[in-house]
């Protein structure tokens, strides 16, 4: 559900990526609040961002990237934080999942816009965002893969 400190964190990531018109996505529960679908809690905004564009996105934000500790699941190229809003934003370029010891680039095909009061948002539709979680496949994705059903998607 869109909380009111969601909505804050939205149409600010709106204003900040309103100059980069292309090459990003909300992915994660984010996104199926912005499909209208309720995701549960939200506890941070996923943004996937292309490569080629984290340094002009992590300049824009303020931010500098940090470095992970490895993950057996997910890897980025680079990944910074913004946590000046009420909803973290993770910012991820180069984001990878492990799928049978391969990685895998998340490279969203579909890019849905997502309009808002102050500006626009894109995230991949539904079917790839269903597509996306069942990718993932950890507990928490569960619940959010039965609401996209629920709501129509992989039907």
Not at 45 to 65: K, N, S, T, Y
Request: charged share 20%.
């Amino acid at each position: 559900m869109m909380t009111p400190g969601l909505t804050v964190t939205l149409h600010g990531v709106a204003e900040v990526m309103a100059s980069f018109p292309r090459g990003w996505w909300i992915i994660g529960s984010a996104a199926l609040a912005l499909h209208g679908v309720d995701a549960g809690a939200i506890h941070d905004v996923d943004l996937l961002i292309e490569p080629h564009l984290a340094d002009a996105v992590f300049d824009r934000f303020g931010i500098a990237p940090v470095a992970m500790p490895p993950d057996p699941l997910f890897r980025s190229l680079a990944f910074a934080r913004w946590t000046v809003s009420p909803v973290p934003v993770e910012v991820m370029a180069g984001f990878a999942v492990a799928v049978a010891g391969q990685w895998q680039q998340v490279e969203p095909r579909t890019r849905q816009r997502i309009e808002i009061a102050d500006g626009a948002l894109f995230v991949p539709d539904r079917q790839e965002l269903l597509d996306l979680l069942r990718l993932f496949g950890r507990p928490k994705d569960a619940p959010r893969i039965q609401a996209l059903v629920a709501a129509g998607a992989g039907v």
